[in-house]
């Protein structure tokens, strides 16, 4: 009964860690994307319609066009093509889906109402100048942007905190039409570069430098963890940088049922040692049975007959005993079980598994615990031990 003990706690343990770690339940989102070729769309950005409301952060929506393009939509500037993502730094590079960026900067690039600033940011003034006249002149620090102009005339940006120097040097032909700011380095470089754009809420730099990815803890209000993708499916994820309501119950989960399997590893321990004792005592009887033997007693076994003459019993379902004793047989150290047979030591009314103190009886007269010789009047017959075994046993 006692080799029980430790698993039945153990498996107390599991259920209650397994029980915590469920109550603090994660949104799994894994990750997705428009193309195979497009960028990785995790936390906090979503792909709308294709994901949990959950899966992302409020104003990071993303849609796919009809090509398979991931689009992030602008409130004051349309749609513009995401080309990567860099989760790490949290930065986000966008292009027009024309491919003119500058066009679209100079009619009107506004981040107004968006969770995105630019990463640079410079004032250009654009000039609309004559195609027939431009290849007279080189103005310092400018270049055509080839996408807005055609074949009767060419368009130009200039740094306008460059314009105070350059003004000379512009031709008469060129008209000036706007100064705006710039999310990239216009003049001289062809092709224009992405845009790149930044995001500050939600904060998740030490998540991604640590290989997770940030996402909401549970299935309502606005805590964020970290979590890490364990290889083994697109959902499995596991938790660290969980909240602090998270960690108690981990920690409550573990403990109690830790203390409780600790104190039933020290029961079953001295359940062991006092077995271990028990059978020294026994060995060092023996022993000295051995070694110093009494003059007086006559150590000679017992014939059959005799010993079938000392009372049996059956133990019933109940295992209750004909007299309060130990709960072990003093000679095998198990403990009795439903069903087995004991025998009886007259007088003395100590009993034993019948199979163990049958062998002991054939080489020794007497009782192995008190060392009493029953004598011949204490004895019964046969037939009366099977009446007291039956009886027992059907109690």
């Not at 990463?119 to 431009?134: G, H, L, Q, R």
């Not at 102009?149 to 031709?171: K, Y």
């Not at 059956?314 to 000679?331: A, K, Q």
């Not at 034993?352 to 080489?363: I, T």
Request: proline share 9%; with cysteine.
């Amino acid at each position: 009964m006692e080799t029980t003990v430790l698993p039945s706690f153990l498996s107390i343990s599991i259920s209650f860690l397994f029980f915590t770690y469920t109550a603090s339940s994660v949104i799994i989102c894994p990750p997705t994307s428009c193309d195979e070729t497009g960028p990785v769309i995790q936390f906090p950005f979503r792909i709308k319609g294709f994901a949990p409301d959950r899966c992302g952060y409020p104003g990071y929506d993303l849609t796919c066009n009809n090509i398979n393009q991931t689009i992030l939509t602008l409130p004051y500037s349309g749609d513009f093509v995401v080309k990567e993502i860099d989760y790490y730094n949290q930065w986000i590079y966008i292009n027009d889906p024309d491919s003119c960026l500058p066009r679209r900067i100079l009619l009107d690039f506004n981040l107004t109402g968006s969770m995105f600033r630019p990463n640079y940011s410079e004032n250009y003034t654009f000039f609309n100048c004559s195609a027939s006249n431009w290849p007279d002149y080189i103005i310092t620090g400018s270049g055509p942007v080839l996408c807005l102009g055609s074949a009767n005339f060419t368009v130009i940006a200039l740094d306008a905190g460059d314009m105070e120097n350059a003004s000379s040097s512009v031709p008469p032909f060129c008209r000036e039409l706007s100064t705006v700011a710039s999310p990239v380095q216009l003049t001289p470089v062809n092709p224009i570069p992405d845009a790149t754009l930044r995001w500050q809420m939600p904060i998740c730099l030490v998540c991604e430098a640590e290989g997770g990815t940030c996402g909401y803890v549970g299935e309502t209000g606005s805590e964020i963890g970290c979590f890490y993708f364990d290889g083994s499916s697109n959902t499995g994820y596991s938790s660290r940088g969980l909240p602090r309501s998270a960690k108690y119950g981990i920690i409550i989960g573990v403990g109690i049922p830790g203390l409780v399997c600790l104190i039933a590893f020290v029961c079953y321990c001295c359940g062991k040692v006092r077995m271990y004792g028990q059978r020294r005592r026994l060995d060092a009887q023996l022993s000295n049975l051995t070694s110093n033997p009494q003059p007086m007693v006559i150590i000679t076994g017992l014939d059959g007959p005799t010993i079938e003459s000392y009372p049996k019993t059956v133990i019933g379902e109940s295992r209750r005993l004909p007299r309060p004793n130990d709960g072990t047989c003093p000679i095998c150290l198990a403990e009795y079980q439903p069903k087995e047979t004991l025998r009886t030591m007259p007088e003395c009314n100590h009993y034993f598994h019948a199979k163990c103190v049958d062998e002991w009886l054939r080489m020794n007269a007497t009782c192995p615990l008190c060392r009493n010789t029953p004598s011949e009047s204490s004895v019964v017959t046969p037939s009366s031990s099977v009446s007291s075994s039956s009886s027992l046993s059907t109690s």
